[in-house]
């Protein structure tokens, strides 16, 4: 059987080193498990359940069909102090393998996860905040680079992942643009032990996204995407087609359109990364796989040799 080893891959006992990504409302557990099936590192936001419950139910299903690595996102201060505290007991009570916190310290959950040895991945756009993470208890930190989709950075991937490598004791995880198999050539040769990419697998048939959301992603240009905080007040890239004020420049008056009913933050207004551009028809989790699996392949074998 093929398979693509790393370190932190071999760790989690993943066939190829790549993660679905967890997104706001669109990840689900469906992915998780063709993920799962497919030999990479599925994940979702616990938030992604309406409630506790919800969540839950979801965790029991997972793992009433696999029995494989997979993760859940705590979004430390986006969510309600309360449900983080149940959903991360609820992680632990059910053995997720790997916990991805974002927006927050991680230092408490991070020292609670490892007690029942569990992994715990924390995402970053900047040095700062990965030697932050590392001191947190992080086993692997997730360098956002420019052009991701979600919350993104702007430092290119060709500097983020080989600056964050060079300066941290812990694996680096590339995130940010990618969606095919050269890519992921490249990443792991620019240091990473991980390849988490969230945009390629929004155009994958089990993603909770809209069908037309869908359809963009396989259409896009990189010039489809803007990098705007007018929707959050975090930076961020998005479709521009689903922005209501395409003058997304005018700050204020981009934030007054999405103010005033343009649509809800992230559910009507899309979030994609530039990898939109290489990300050309919408699959099964298996076939994306497997393509990306080939293309990594070829372009290994088609680089030019080093003649001594
Ligand atoms: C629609 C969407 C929603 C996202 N929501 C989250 C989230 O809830 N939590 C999080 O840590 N990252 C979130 N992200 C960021 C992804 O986890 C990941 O860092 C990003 O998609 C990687 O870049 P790529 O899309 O270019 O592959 C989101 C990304 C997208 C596209």
Not at 32 to 54: D, F, K, Q
Not at 93 to 122: C, D, M, Q
Not at 160 to 169: A, C, I
Not at 172 to 194: F, H, K, N, P, W
Request: net charge neutral.
């Amino acid at each position: 059987m093929s398979r693509i080893r790393t370190p932190l891959a071999d760790r989690l006992g993943l066939r190829y080193p790549f993660v679905s990504a967890p997104m706001f409302i669109i990840s689900n557990k469906e992915m998780i498990v063709a993920c799962a099936e497919a030999g990479i590192l599925g994940s979702m936001p616990s938030l992604n359940l309406r409630t506790h419950e919800e969540f839950r139910e979801a965790l029991a299903w997972i793992r009433a069909r696999t029995d494989r690595a997979f993760a859940i996102n705590l979004t430390i201060r986006l969510t309600d102090p309360e449900r983080l505290e149940r959903d991360f007991e609820a992680c632990l009570e059910f053995g997720v393998p790997v916990l991805i916190t974002s927006y927050g310290n991680p230092t408490e959950l991070a020292r609670r996860a490892h007690e029942k040895g569990v992994v715990v991945f924390h995402d970053v756009i900047n040095l700062k905040h990965a030697l932050k993470a590392q001191e947190a208890g992080a086993d692997a930190i997730i360098g956002v680079a420019a052009g991701a989709g979600g919350h993104a950075g702007t430092t290119s991937p060709f500097v983020l992942v080989p600056y964050l490598r060079e300066n941290l004791r812990v694996p680096v995880i590339a995130a940010g643009c990618i969606a095919t198999g050269r890519q992921v050539a490249a990443s792991l040769s620019l240091g990473a032990e991980l390849v988490y990419m969230g945009t390629r697998f929004i155009a994958s048939t089990e993603c909770g996204a809209d069908a037309r959301y869908k359809e963009m992603v396989v259409n896009g240009a990189p010039e489809s995407i803007v990098y705007t905080d007018a929707v959050s007040g975090v930076h961020a890239n998005f479709l521009a087609q689903t922005l209501p004020d395409t003058k997304i420049e005018d700050r204020a008056a981009a934030q007054k359109a999405v103010q005033q009913g343009g649509g809800k933050k992230w559910k009507d207004i899309w979030s994609a990364g530039q990898g939109i551009a290489l990300a050309r028809d919408v699959k099964p989790i298996a076939a994306i796989v497997d393509d990306i699996a080939r293309e990594y392949a070829d372009a290994v074998r088609g680089l030019p040799a080093f003649e001594p």
